[in-house]
């Protein structure tokens, strides 16, 4: 009597396609390192140039601009050609943007800065917009969730590299003038408070330029590879309207957009206003605060590895769903609690945030197929939630506080309410849309 082998489950990577796999991933780790390193400079332009914190805020708008305006584009072309083709048009952008901050240091004015950023996100864009999709693409589907969990694990890496760059190469080589000094050397001596402001600036303009450089090699490499085709590759026609409309009635398409959103606005806020809760709450310096950054990122990275395997146990929105709830509680104690603990619970944050990101992305294009493509770049323009909620964050931070908490405390009301939006959809996934990878909920 013959016995029954029961198939063996699918690879999360298949063997022919792990070189590819291996090479897409480091594009996650590039754009980790460019968000990363971006996020402290809203506190060093702020002393640089003496500019509000809603103004100073406004790198991360010009920053997540770029992935706003450039999502649909982006989708439009790579359907019109193909992954590699925009993945090399990313990196173009990505160059061209990071060079860009040597003729804006020389002008030493905010908007060329801002400029140079959202040329940057929009090679960003393209290169996110090829890359999470051709990654669920590489393999079976039950294992597409944790093979996008898988390559977004590396994006920390760069993430982490990027804060190091900053802490130790930026804001440590910065003139340790705090902005009352300069705001007073400014009216008493201007060449001076010039002379400082223009060495300051070239601080900041050297790691980019260098950057710039390192992802010209990278677009050498990805010219000269070989990336194979995935399913609906070969299918260059466009039908953007029928595809737009499918999307717009998948429900839980439209609110993983909506999640995306407010995850995203609730990271930038996080990693990036930690310099001025350690500088304004705590007393420490930006280099001192950035050091818990980094920390914060180390978290974030661990915690990936580990959601990504309790996703063989549970579903993805349940975990999500769960993982949010945490993210508040977390956050009301960055808000209520005083010291270091308030510090230490904005840091716990990121243990919380580690899964969101591509958990999302991938609840969102399940079973999409081809529509994937197109509905990547409406996840892509849901990372304008960082366009938009730095500077509302850093407007309330300009104002006075409320209920006995200062202005800095009361601005993080702002992530709690994105974290209670995510527990929501987290709930609806795993009890109204049954998405996930078909284990238990």
């Not at 990654?135 to 190091?164: C, K, V, W, Y």
């Not at 007393?283 to 959601?307: P, T, W």
């Not at 300009?398 to 702002?414: E, H, I, P």
Request: hydrophobic share 50%; glycine share 10%; with cysteine.
């Amino acid at each position: 009597m013959s016995t029954l082998v029961p198939p063996s489950a699918p690879r999360t990577i298949p063997s022919g396609l792990l070189l590819p796999f291996v090479l897409v991933t480091s594009l996650f780790a590039l754009w980790g390192f460019a968000n990363d390193i971006t996020n402290p400079m809203v506190a060093a332009f702020k002393s640089i140039l003496l500019i509000s914190n809603f103004e100073s805020s406004l790198v991360q708008a010009a920053f997540y601009g770029g992935y706003c305006f450039m999502a649909i584009p982006a989708a439009l072309i790579i359907k019109r050609f193909s992954y590699k083709f925009g993945i090399l048009l990313g990196l173009s952008l990505y160059v061209a943007g990071c060079l860009l901050f040597i003729p804006s240091g020389n002008l030493m004015v905010f908007w060329a800065f801002l400029a140079s950023y959202f040329v940057m996100t929009c090679g960003l864009s393209f290169l996110e917009t090829s890359a999470n999709p051709y990654i669920l693409a590489m393999g079976d589907e039950a294992t597409a969730t944790q093979r996008l969990n898988l390559a977004q694990a590396f994006n920390p890496l760069g993430s982490i590299t990027g804060m190091l760059v900053a802490k130790e190469f930026i804001l440590a080589k910065l003139n340790t003038a705090d902005d009352a000094t300069r705001a007073a050397l400014r009216e008493s001596d201007e060449s001076a408070f010039l002379a400082m402001q223009k060495a300051d600036l070239d601080v900041i303009i050297t790691p980019y330029a260098l950057l710039g450089a390192v992802v010209f090699l990278v677009f050498v490499v990805f010219a000269l590879a070989r990336l194979p085709k995935v399913a609906g590759e070969d299918d260059r026609s466009l039908k953007a309207g029928a595809t737009v409309g499918r999307l717009f009635r998948n429900k839980r398409y439209l609110e993983g957009v909506i999640a995306q959103a407010f995850y995203v606005g609730a990271q930038i806020m996080c990693w990036t206003f930690i310099i001025q809760y350690g500088v304004n709450e705590l007393g420490l310096s930006k280099a001192e605060a950035q050091g818990y950054n980094v920390i914060a990122m180390v978290i974030f990275v661990s915690s990936r590895f580990l959601c990504t395997f309790l996703l063989r146990f549970f579903s993805p929105g349940r975990l999500l769903a769960s993982l949010a709830v945490g993210g508040a509680v977390l956050i009301l104690g960055t808000i209520y609690l005083e010291g270091m603990s308030g510090l230490y619970c904005l840091i716990g944050v990121s243990a919380c945030m580690s899964l969101m990101f591509p958990t999302i992305y991938g609840i969102a294009l399940d079973g999409l197929g081809d529509d994937a493509k197109l509905g990547s770049a409406g996840l892509i323009m849901a990372i304008g939630g960082g366009c938009l909620m730095p500077p509302l964050q850093g407007a309330i931070m300009d104002g006075q506080g409320w209920l006995g908490l200062s202005a800095t405390r009361v601005s993080f009301f702002l992530p709690l309410i994105c974290f209670v939006v995510i527990a929501a959809f987290g709930y609806r996934t795993y009890r109204i849309h049954q998405a996930g990878t078909g284990k238990p909920a």
